[in-house]
Protein backbone atom coordinates (compact mmCIF):
# COMPACT_ATOMS: atom_id res chain seq x y z
CA UNK A 1 0.00 0.00 0.00
CA UNK A 2 1.49 3.00 -1.27
CA UNK A 3 2.78 5.43 2.09
CA UNK A 4 0.98 8.46 2.71
CA UNK A 5 2.47 11.59 1.03
CA UNK A 6 1.64 13.75 4.39
CA UNK A 7 4.37 11.37 5.97
CA UNK A 8 6.88 11.12 3.28
CA UNK A 9 6.86 15.23 3.29
CA UNK A 10 8.53 14.80 6.84
CA UNK A 11 10.96 12.25 5.67
CA UNK A 12 12.10 14.29 2.56
CA UNK A 13 11.77 16.86 -0.06
CA UNK A 14 9.61 15.93 -2.84
CA UNK A 15 10.17 16.76 -6.43
CA UNK A 16 7.62 17.73 -8.79
CA UNK A 17 7.73 17.67 -12.64
CA UNK A 18 8.73 20.96 -14.75
CA UNK A 19 6.91 22.39 -17.80
CA UNK A 20 4.26 20.31 -19.41
CA UNK A 21 4.00 23.58 -22.51
CA UNK A 22 7.89 23.18 -23.26
CA UNK A 23 7.74 19.93 -23.69
CA UNK A 24 5.40 19.82 -26.12
CA UNK A 25 6.82 22.44 -27.96
CA UNK A 26 9.52 20.35 -28.68
CA UNK A 27 6.95 17.85 -31.34
CA UNK A 28 6.26 20.80 -33.39
CA UNK A 29 2.56 20.24 -33.60
CA UNK A 30 0.02 21.32 -35.75
CA UNK A 31 -3.47 21.58 -36.28
CA UNK A 32 -4.42 18.42 -36.74
CA UNK A 33 -2.54 16.78 -33.91
CA UNK A 34 -5.11 18.40 -31.76
CA UNK A 35 -8.11 17.36 -33.58
CA UNK A 36 -7.40 13.47 -34.19
CA UNK A 37 -9.53 11.19 -33.67
CA UNK A 38 -11.60 13.89 -31.43
CA UNK A 39 -12.05 17.11 -33.06
CA UNK A 40 -11.94 16.53 -36.35
CA UNK A 41 -14.99 18.46 -37.82
CA UNK A 42 -14.79 21.50 -35.56
CA UNK A 43 -15.20 24.46 -36.81
CA UNK A 44 -12.85 26.72 -34.27
CA UNK A 45 -8.56 26.70 -34.67
CA UNK A 46 -7.60 24.38 -32.04
CA UNK A 47 -3.94 24.71 -32.36
CA UNK A 48 -1.78 25.57 -29.08
CA UNK A 49 -4.82 24.02 -26.83
CA UNK A 50 -2.48 21.69 -24.96
CA UNK A 51 -5.12 20.14 -22.81
CA UNK A 52 -6.69 18.28 -25.76
CA UNK A 53 -3.89 16.67 -26.78
CA UNK A 54 -4.77 14.13 -23.62
CA UNK A 55 -7.27 12.93 -26.19
CA UNK A 56 -5.60 13.72 -29.35
CA UNK A 57 -2.65 12.58 -28.55
CA UNK A 58 -1.77 11.01 -25.36
CA UNK A 59 1.54 8.97 -26.47
CA UNK A 60 2.55 12.66 -26.08
CA UNK A 61 1.65 13.36 -22.80
CA UNK A 62 2.49 10.01 -21.80
CA UNK A 63 6.39 10.29 -23.11
CA UNK A 64 6.48 13.65 -21.32
CA UNK A 65 5.24 12.41 -17.97
CA UNK A 66 7.54 9.17 -18.08
CA UNK A 67 10.57 11.36 -18.94
CA UNK A 68 9.54 13.70 -15.68
CA UNK A 69 9.59 10.46 -13.63
CA UNK A 70 12.74 8.92 -15.32
CA UNK A 71 14.88 12.05 -14.58
CA UNK A 72 13.31 11.85 -10.64
CA UNK A 73 10.35 13.15 -10.07
CA UNK A 74 8.24 12.26 -7.35
CA UNK A 75 4.52 14.30 -8.63
CA UNK A 76 3.20 14.45 -12.18
CA UNK A 77 0.73 17.12 -12.73
CA UNK A 78 -1.69 16.52 -15.16
CA UNK A 79 -1.64 17.84 -18.94
CA UNK A 80 -5.21 20.34 -17.27
CA UNK A 81 -4.18 23.91 -16.56
CA UNK A 82 -6.77 25.14 -19.19
CA UNK A 83 -9.61 22.44 -18.25
CA UNK A 84 -12.15 24.32 -17.32
CA UNK A 85 -15.14 25.24 -19.37
CA UNK A 86 -14.31 29.02 -18.55
CA UNK A 87 -10.89 28.75 -20.60
CA UNK A 88 -12.33 26.42 -22.93
CA UNK A 89 -14.92 28.21 -23.99
CA UNK A 90 -12.32 30.51 -25.90
CA UNK A 91 -12.20 27.27 -28.45
CA UNK A 92 -16.01 26.27 -27.99
CA UNK A 93 -15.31 23.40 -26.28
CA UNK A 94 -16.94 23.37 -22.91
CA UNK A 95 -18.28 20.24 -23.96
CA UNK A 96 -15.40 18.56 -23.49
CA UNK A 97 -14.13 19.55 -19.83
CA UNK A 98 -14.53 16.35 -18.60
CA UNK A 99 -13.07 14.30 -20.97
CA UNK A 100 -9.77 16.41 -20.97
CA UNK A 101 -9.82 16.17 -17.14
CA UNK A 102 -10.63 12.36 -17.15
CA UNK A 103 -8.36 10.96 -19.67
CA UNK A 104 -5.38 13.55 -18.22
CA UNK A 105 -5.72 12.21 -15.03
CA UNK A 106 -6.28 8.59 -16.40
CA UNK A 107 -2.54 9.09 -18.62
CA UNK A 108 -0.66 9.78 -15.55
CA UNK A 109 -1.73 7.66 -12.91
CA UNK A 110 -1.01 5.25 -15.29
CA UNK A 111 2.44 6.18 -15.76
CA UNK A 112 3.08 7.02 -11.98
CA UNK A 113 2.02 3.38 -11.25
CA UNK A 114 3.77 1.88 -13.87
CA UNK A 115 7.31 4.09 -11.96
CA UNK A 116 5.94 2.86 -8.70
CA UNK A 117 5.89 -0.55 -9.44
CA UNK A 118 9.16 -0.54 -10.63
CA UNK A 119 10.10 1.45 -7.68
CA UNK A 120 8.22 0.88 -4.48
CA UNK A 121 10.01 2.28 -1.88
CA UNK A 122 9.76 5.58 -4.21
CA UNK A 123 6.18 5.89 -5.07
CA UNK A 124 4.76 8.72 -7.44
CA UNK A 125 2.01 10.32 -6.97
CA UNK A 126 -0.69 12.53 -9.24
CA UNK A 127 -1.11 15.85 -8.81
CA UNK A 128 -4.56 17.64 -10.93
CA UNK A 129 -3.31 20.71 -12.00
CA UNK A 130 -5.57 23.25 -11.67
CA UNK A 131 -4.78 26.87 -13.17
CA UNK A 132 -6.44 30.03 -12.81
CA UNK A 133 -8.82 30.71 -15.70
CA UNK A 134 -8.40 33.49 -17.88
CA UNK A 135 -10.63 35.79 -16.43
CA UNK A 136 -10.09 37.45 -13.01
CA UNK A 137 -13.19 37.65 -10.47
CA UNK A 138 -11.52 40.56 -8.61
CA UNK A 139 -10.53 42.91 -11.40
CA UNK A 140 -12.34 44.86 -14.30
CA UNK A 141 -11.56 44.16 -17.94
CA UNK A 142 -13.00 47.67 -18.89
CA UNK A 143 -11.33 50.81 -17.45
CA UNK A 144 -14.33 52.50 -17.83
CA UNK A 145 -16.60 50.55 -15.74
CA UNK A 146 -14.74 49.43 -11.80
CA UNK A 147 -17.40 47.40 -10.77
CA UNK A 148 -17.68 45.09 -13.74
CA UNK A 149 -16.54 41.48 -13.41
CA UNK A 150 -16.46 38.99 -16.27
CA UNK A 151 -16.81 36.34 -14.21
CA UNK A 152 -18.58 35.11 -10.57
CA UNK A 153 -17.54 33.48 -8.09
CA UNK A 154 -20.86 31.33 -8.54
CA UNK A 155 -19.49 30.71 -11.64
CA UNK A 156 -16.19 29.86 -10.94
CA UNK A 157 -17.24 27.35 -8.42
CA UNK A 158 -19.80 25.86 -10.85
CA UNK A 159 -16.59 25.54 -13.48
CA UNK A 160 -13.95 24.17 -10.49
CA UNK A 161 -16.47 21.82 -9.40
CA UNK A 162 -16.58 20.10 -12.95
CA UNK A 163 -13.02 19.50 -13.66
CA UNK A 164 -12.11 18.44 -10.11
CA UNK A 165 -15.13 15.52 -10.36
CA UNK A 166 -12.92 14.45 -13.29
CA UNK A 167 -9.77 14.84 -12.36
CA UNK A 168 -10.43 12.55 -8.78
CA UNK A 169 -12.49 10.00 -11.15
CA UNK A 170 -9.15 9.68 -13.38
CA UNK A 171 -7.36 8.93 -10.44
CA UNK A 172 -5.66 12.14 -9.04
CA UNK A 173 -3.78 12.03 -5.95
CA UNK A 174 -3.25 15.50 -4.85
CA UNK A 175 -5.35 18.46 -6.38
CA UNK A 176 -2.98 21.44 -7.29
CA UNK A 177 -4.82 24.96 -7.22
CA UNK A 178 -1.55 26.80 -9.20
CA UNK A 179 -0.51 30.14 -10.66
CA UNK A 180 -3.03 31.90 -8.34
CA UNK A 181 -2.97 35.91 -9.67
CA UNK A 182 -6.20 36.30 -8.23
CA UNK A 183 -7.13 34.82 -4.68
CA UNK A 184 -10.93 35.11 -5.09
CA UNK A 185 -10.66 32.24 -7.79
CA UNK A 186 -8.54 30.36 -5.85
CA UNK A 187 -11.01 30.57 -3.03
CA UNK A 188 -13.67 29.45 -5.22
CA UNK A 189 -11.65 26.18 -6.35
CA UNK A 190 -11.15 25.43 -2.88
CA UNK A 191 -14.59 25.83 -2.08
CA UNK A 192 -15.68 23.32 -5.13
CA UNK A 193 -12.94 20.92 -4.17
CA UNK A 194 -14.56 21.23 -0.48
CA UNK A 195 -17.72 20.40 -1.34
CA UNK A 196 -16.89 17.94 -3.73
CA UNK A 197 -15.29 15.90 -0.98
CA UNK A 198 -17.37 16.60 1.17
CA UNK A 199 -20.00 14.89 -1.32
CA UNK A 200 -17.74 11.76 -1.95
CA UNK A 201 -16.95 11.31 2.08
CA UNK A 202 -13.59 11.76 0.85
CA UNK A 203 -10.44 13.88 1.90
CA UNK A 204 -7.51 14.76 -1.24
CA UNK A 205 -4.47 16.68 0.02
CA UNK A 206 -4.66 19.92 -1.53
CA UNK A 207 -1.64 22.39 -2.91
CA UNK A 208 -1.76 25.96 -3.47
CA UNK A 209 0.72 28.23 -5.52
CA UNK A 210 0.25 31.36 -5.85
CA UNK A 211 1.70 33.74 -8.45
CA UNK A 212 3.86 36.64 -7.68
CA UNK A 213 3.55 38.83 -11.03
CA UNK A 214 6.88 41.25 -10.62
CA UNK A 215 9.23 42.48 -8.31
CA UNK A 216 6.86 44.40 -6.63
CA UNK A 217 6.13 41.38 -4.54
CA UNK A 218 2.25 40.99 -4.99
CA UNK A 219 -0.15 39.00 -6.81
CA UNK A 220 -1.90 40.72 -10.11
CA UNK A 221 -4.83 41.95 -7.84
CA UNK A 222 -2.21 43.45 -5.21
CA UNK A 223 -1.75 41.01 -2.54
CA UNK A 224 1.62 40.51 -0.57
CA UNK A 225 2.82 37.24 0.09
CA UNK A 226 1.60 36.96 3.21
CA UNK A 227 -1.87 38.16 2.61
CA UNK A 228 -2.27 35.56 0.15
CA UNK A 229 -1.11 33.05 2.62
CA UNK A 230 -3.53 34.16 5.25
CA UNK A 231 -6.36 34.53 2.47
CA UNK A 232 -5.86 30.47 1.80
CA UNK A 233 -5.33 29.04 5.66
CA UNK A 234 -8.72 28.36 6.16
CA UNK A 235 -8.32 25.10 4.39
CA UNK A 236 -6.28 22.18 5.70
CA UNK A 237 -3.69 22.17 3.07
CA UNK A 238 -0.94 19.47 2.00
CA UNK A 239 1.51 22.64 0.47
CA UNK A 240 1.11 26.48 0.03
CA UNK A 241 3.78 27.68 -2.32
CA UNK A 242 5.16 29.93 -5.33
CA UNK A 243 5.48 29.23 -9.01
CA UNK A 244 6.21 30.30 -12.19
CA UNK A 245 6.18 34.72 -13.06
CA UNK A 246 9.81 34.73 -11.16
CA UNK A 247 12.79 32.61 -11.60
CA UNK A 248 14.89 31.15 -8.61
CA UNK A 249 16.90 33.99 -7.40
CA UNK A 250 13.94 36.35 -7.32
CA UNK A 251 11.57 34.04 -5.57
CA UNK A 252 13.46 33.66 -2.68
CA UNK A 253 12.40 36.34 -0.69
CA UNK A 254 8.71 35.07 -1.25
CA UNK A 255 9.85 31.68 0.22
CA UNK A 256 11.37 33.02 2.88
CA UNK A 257 8.02 35.21 4.10
CA UNK A 258 5.62 31.43 3.65
CA UNK A 259 8.68 29.99 5.58
CA UNK A 260 8.02 31.71 8.63
CA UNK A 261 4.39 32.07 8.27
CA UNK A 262 2.99 28.88 6.90
CA UNK A 263 1.43 26.34 9.43
CA UNK A 264 1.93 24.12 6.31
CA UNK A 265 4.17 22.25 3.71
CA UNK A 266 6.28 25.43 1.32
CA UNK A 267 6.40 24.49 -2.45
CA UNK A 268 7.87 26.46 -5.18
CA UNK A 269 8.30 25.54 -8.64
CA UNK A 270 9.53 28.74 -10.40
CA UNK A 271 10.28 29.34 -14.10
CA UNK A 272 13.87 28.82 -15.59
CA UNK A 273 14.76 32.67 -14.99
CA UNK A 274 13.09 34.95 -16.85
CA UNK A 275 11.91 35.09 -21.01
CA UNK A 276 14.32 36.41 -23.14
CA UNK A 277 13.11 38.83 -25.85
CA UNK A 278 11.80 35.84 -28.38
CA UNK A 279 9.92 34.64 -24.75
CA UNK A 280 12.60 31.56 -24.39
CA UNK A 281 13.96 30.86 -21.19
CA UNK A 282 17.77 30.83 -20.85
CA UNK A 283 19.10 29.04 -17.35
CA UNK A 284 20.57 26.02 -17.62
CA UNK A 285 20.20 23.09 -15.27
CA UNK A 286 22.75 23.73 -13.67
CA UNK A 287 22.09 27.43 -13.29
CA UNK A 288 18.64 26.86 -11.68
CA UNK A 289 19.95 24.19 -9.14
CA UNK A 290 22.81 26.67 -7.82
CA UNK A 291 20.01 28.93 -7.21
CA UNK A 292 17.66 26.62 -5.48
CA UNK A 293 20.66 25.29 -3.29
CA UNK A 294 19.93 28.72 -1.62
CA UNK A 295 16.18 27.03 -0.88
CA UNK A 296 17.54 24.06 0.08
CA UNK A 297 20.30 25.79 2.28
CA UNK A 298 17.79 27.79 4.53
CA UNK A 299 15.28 24.73 4.30
CA UNK A 300 12.64 26.49 2.82
CA UNK A 301 11.10 24.24 0.93
CA UNK A 302 9.18 20.51 1.05
CA UNK A 303 8.36 20.02 -2.69
CA UNK A 304 10.48 21.67 -5.32
CA UNK A 305 10.00 21.35 -9.26
CA UNK A 306 9.90 23.27 -12.02
CA UNK A 307 7.89 25.82 -14.10
CA UNK A 308 8.37 27.79 -17.50
CA UNK A 309 10.76 26.83 -19.67
CA UNK A 310 11.94 23.89 -17.55
CA UNK A 311 12.60 20.33 -19.16
CA UNK A 312 13.56 16.60 -17.45
CA UNK A 313 17.11 17.85 -17.65
CA UNK A 314 16.74 20.82 -15.17
CA UNK A 315 14.68 18.10 -13.21
CA UNK A 316 17.34 15.97 -12.83
CA UNK A 317 19.61 18.55 -11.78
CA UNK A 318 17.08 19.63 -8.99
CA UNK A 319 16.38 16.27 -7.87
CA UNK A 320 19.88 14.95 -7.52
CA UNK A 321 20.49 18.45 -5.43
CA UNK A 322 17.33 18.24 -3.26
CA UNK A 323 18.00 14.38 -1.95
CA UNK A 324 21.11 15.77 -0.23
CA UNK A 325 18.66 17.77 2.25
CA UNK A 326 15.79 17.46 4.67
CA UNK A 327 13.14 18.77 4.16
CA UNK A 328 11.76 21.90 5.92
CA UNK A 329 9.80 21.13 9.11
CA UNK A 330 6.33 21.68 9.12
CA UNK A 331 4.51 22.96 12.30
CA UNK A 332 1.85 21.22 14.37
CA UNK A 333 -1.13 22.19 16.00
CA UNK A 334 -0.35 25.73 14.91
Not at 216 to 231: D, K, P, V
Not at 305 to 328: D, M, S, V
Request: proline fraction near 4%; glycine fraction near 8%.
Amino acid sequence: MKKDIRDILQDRILVLDGAMGTMIQRYKLEEEDFRKGWFEDHIQPLKGNNDLLSLTRPEIIREIHAAYFEAGADIAETNTFSGTTIAQADYGLESAVYDINYHSAKIAREVADEFTAKEPNKPRFVAGSIGPTNRTASISPDVNDPGFRAITFEELVVAYTQQTEALLDGGVDILLVETVFDTLNAKAALFAIDEVCIKRGIKVPIMVSGTITDQSGRTLTGQTTNAFLISVSHMDLLTVGLNCALGASMMRPYLQVLNKNAPFGVSAHPNAGLPNEFGEYDETPEMMASQIKEFLDENLVNIIGGCCGTNPKHIKAIAELAAQYKPRKIAVNV
